[in-house]
């Protein structure tokens, strides 16, 4: 079993920016691909970003050049470094872990509560 926290949210002026950490438990955190998803209202829940255990990363060509996903295998956490904050980003924002690197949700077997980000124009 593996819980994850994630924390960082809030809200935001169009052009900012904010980093969102997600928080593992268990000993096992650097075996799993770990990936960031959002929800805006009324939406499916899409894909933002993946850091596999092999260190490959991917990324939603909505978020490419704008955020940075990256691991710190020693504290068990993730972090998504988003730059250059537009209106339309606004959503909760979940982290999730599984065992194998993928992009959409059913590869994913754990995920955190979510955390609010929103950006205003």
């Known amino acids: 079993q593996v819980q994850l926290v994630e924390s960082g949210g809030g809200l935001v002026q169009a052009g900012g920016s904010l980093r969102l950490s997600c928080a593992a438990s268990?000993?096992?955190?650097?075996?799993?691909?770990m990936g960031w998803f959002r929800q805006a209202p009324g939406k499916e829940r899409e894909f933002v970003a993946t850091s596999g255990s092999g260190g490959y990363t991917y990324y939603a060509d909505s978020v490419k050049g704008r955020f940075t996903i990256y691991r710190d295998n020693a504290k068990n956490t993730v972090y998504l470094q988003m730059n250059s904050l537009k209106p339309e980003d606004t959503a909760v924002y979940y982290c999730a872990a599984g065992r194998k690197i993928g992009r959409v949700t059913r590869e994913y077997d754990y995920w955190g509560q979510g955390t609010q980000v929103t950006v205003s124009s």
């Open positions: 268990g000993r096992t955190f650097s075996s799993y691909a």
